[in-house]
């Protein structure tokens, strides 16, 4: 980002000579040889407030971006709270917030519902998947420890990656995208129980793809 500069000092200004002055004609050559020091101030006076400018902008930008992202971050948060498991499995009224699971990815409710099964994931727009909220963030080294209610894409090309998953607990979701053309073993770890399993163990992501997971109070699932 660009940073933010001050401007050079005024130059002193060499006084003009008044018509008539004994010394005008030292005095008006000094002023005239001045001139170029004036031309650089003003040419330094300019490129500064640019730079200036583009530094706000670039800032401003940035905090949109960010306020955007928080935005995003804080309602993935309130529908992680408020997770009611499988879509499929709820009937009558559902008030925000809320979330549920359905073909694979976590949906967020926008609006209230008096009947759920009306309203499908994917095909309503009364929901929105988690993973269009989630602010991205690229993991370019060989580990990393995951927040649930981000977005991963693992770009570290350097060998096996390993991922720290966030403490498990119902309602926790976590998106990892695995770039194309990376065959590497990208290693799930410490987040307690994957897919079901009876015993805590690492996990194992070979393939490039996009990995929604999602913790139902048991395991991490949506990983295969």
Known sequence: ???????????????????????????????????????????????DAYQNALSAFESAT???????ASDASALVSIGSSNFKGDWA?????????????????????????????????????SWRAFDALLP??????????????KEYSVLYTGGQVTLKMPPPGIGGAVVIDIANKRYDTVLLHNGGLFMDEVALDDYMLVDPDRYA???????WRGLA
């Open 1 to 47: 980002m660009t940073s933010p500069v001050a401007p050079d000092a005024a130059p002193s200004v060499p006084e003009f000579p008044a018509l008539g002055d004994s010394s005008f004609n030292s005095k008006a050559y000094t002023w005239g040889t001045w001139l170029p020091t004036l031309v650089t101030w003003i040419t330094n006076v300019v490129a």
């Open 62 to 68: 940035a905090s949109a971006a960010s306020a955007a």
């Open 89 to 125: 499995a709820l009937t009558g009224a559902l008030n925000k917030p809320a979330s549920v699971a359905h073909a694979g990815r976590t949906w967020l409710l926008l609006d209230n519902l008096a009947d759920v099964t009306a309203a499908v994931p994917g095909v309503s727009a």
């Open 136 to 149: 991205v963030i690229p993991v370019t080294t060989a580990y990393a420890e995951l927040v649930s209610g």
């Open 213 to 219: 997971a999602r913790h139902n109070g048991v395991s």
